[in-house]
């Protein structure tokens, strides 16, 4: 009897076992080795975090006393074990700045950041990937030239100096804009934080003007982080298109008649989707660790303004806490792009 036909069901099953094994494997060691480094930064550091505590003026006995409760005279793989388990637990300390748990502190800032990349990477993502198709279709035109150009400039323009510049331009100019912050004073008090994202807290509480003035002050923040995410994504989205066009199949398909605009895409943007989502994903992580300088410009009340002022205080409670978090979604954003990619692109897997 003839061999049987492999089950194309059962390889797809296989395939999707196998990359989710593999994401899940890297994903433990990789977040093994970001804790790794993130206790070693505090316990090198050369912030003493007992004097933070106790003062300058404090007794022997009661620096040792507090040093003693805080495991710091324990061996380092010992402290290192007490820091798993409290990370277990939830427990990331509390913030020398605040008062507060520094897990409060971060649940309550992530969201703002969140709202921010999120929308500046939407924004980014599409005009990237329409101005680099745009560019690879006209390649050596004004509109390719010009393009090129812009998206040199965004790579090139230090981010907090563009960002005062629209501020003076847009806010203390022209006024078509409002100021720094994620809502005016009227409404910062009397709209109910249910969700930590501005715009849905704002819907929710069925005041139209809210809801408009929270859209209003993301409008200048977004464009900003948008610019820089779409500057990279196009002249990436331009190359990979570029590079396909030289291929047989294209060659096959102009000769059957197609148009350009066509083959770009109906044939080679399927062909780079995987470039295309890690080029995405890597903008995105960029945007949650980089917008320490945009938030601090805008007053935007995010994990880049709250690492800002911890690293001023020398908190490294919420030092620590705050790289974990941004190490983390980091880990995670890469880790499903690359499980994403296996299952979408048949020549990876």
């Not at 605040?98 to 924004?123: K, N, R, S, W």
């Not at 990979?240 to 066509?262: D, F, P, T, V």
Request: hydrophobic letters at 50%.
């Amino acid at each position: 009897m003839p061999a049987a036909l492999p089950n194309p069901t059962a390889q797809r099953t296989r395939r999707l076992l196998s990359a989710l094994f593999q994401g899940l494997l890297t994903l433990a060691l990789t977040l093994l080795g970001l804790l790794l480094v993130t206790f070693a930064l505090s316990a090198f550091s050369p912030v003493d975090r007992v004097l933070q505590i106790v003062g300058d003026h404090a007794s022997q006995s009661t620096y040792d006393q507090v040093r003693h409760q805080l495991g710091l005279d324990r061996s380092l793989p010992v402290q290192f074990w007490h820091y798993l388990l409290n990370l277990a637990h939830g427990d990331l300390g509390t913030a020398s700045a605040t008062g507060q748990p520094v897990l409060h502190d971060l649940l309550a800032a992530f969201p703002a950041t969140l709202e921010l990349a999120t929308l500046a990477l939407i924004v980014g993502a599409v005009l990237g990937v329409i101005a680099g198709v745009l560019c690879a279709r006209y390649a050596g035109t004004p509109w390719d030239f010009a393009v090129r150009t812009l998206t040199l400039l965004g790579n090139s323009v230090p981010i907090f100096w563009l960002g005062l510049l629209m501020l003076a331009l847009f806010y203390a100019k022209l006024q078509w804009s409002p100021g720094p912050g994620r809502l005016d004073d009227i409404y910062q008090f009397t709209i109910e934080p249910k969700t930590g994202f501005a715009l849905i807290d704002t819907w929710l509480s069925g005041d139209k003007e809210a809801f408009r003035n929270a859209f209003s002050h993301l409008v200048l923040p977004v464009l900003l982080l948008a610019y820089y995410s779409m500057a990279s994504i196009t002249r990436l989205t331009r190359s990979a298109c570029l590079s396909e066009m030289n291929k047989e199949y294209i060659l096959l398909a102009r000769a059957k008649g197609a148009g350009e605009m066509s083959i770009l895409l109906r044939h080679v943007l399927p062909n780079i989707r995987g470039t295309l989502l890690t080029v995405i994903a890597l903008a995105y992580t960029s945007m949650l660790e980089g917008a320490v300088l945009t938030e601090t410009v805008f007053s935007w009340p995010g994990i880049g303004r709250y690492l800002t002022t911890a690293l001023f205080a020398g908190d490294m409670s919420a030092i620590m806490g705050g790289t974990l978090l941004i190490g983390v979604c980091f880990v995670l954003i890469n880790n499903l792009t690359d499980v994403l990619v296996r299952l979408t692109d048949p020549r990876v897997s």
